[in-house]
Nanobody
Framework: VQLQASGGGLVQTGGSLRLSCAAS????????MGWFRQAPGNEREFVAA????????LYADSVRGRFTISRDNAENMVYLQMSRLKPEDTAVYFC???????????????????WGQGTLVTVSS
């Protein structure tokens, strides 16, 4: 599955952004989806994941309560609503697909079947 992320930009501390990820190619069905991010000089880190049905979600401790992952399977879209943004949220954000029919926990562990290109989020202090 091919992934195209969008929605990044410059926002002030405390502001909000919504990232979108459009999936195409092979069927979207059965894939858990997620988001990773990479700040300058840092390794990529897990942000959030959502099951195919949308009924299960996982979040990194650093974003839990501020970020919300969701999906629209009819439109082949995944979203990341980011609120109360902090300067440390500045990073390139990547949309990912996990293994087909796999549990979402494997996304957190880095078991990824597809990576999208990143979208830059910059939070100014």
């Amino acid at each position: 599955v091919q992934l195209q992320a969008s929605g990044g930009g410059l926002v002030q501390t405390g502001g909000s952004l919504r990232l979108s990820c459009a999936a195409s190619g092979r069927t979207f069905s059965g894939y858990s989806m997620g988001w990773f991010r990479q700040a300058p000089g840092n390794e990529r880190e897990f942000v959030a994941a959502i099951s195919w049905s949308g009924g299960s979600t996982l979040y990194a401790d650093s974003v839990r309560g501020r970020f919300t992952i969701s999906r629209d399977n009819a439109e082949n879209m995944v979203y990341l609503q980011m609120s109360r943004l902090k300067p440390e949220d500045t990073a390139v954000y990547f949309c990912v697909a996990g293994p087909r029919d796999g549990p979402i926990v494997v996304i957190m562990r880095g078991d990824i079947s597809s990576w999208g290109q990143g979208t830059l989020v910059t939070v100014s202090s």
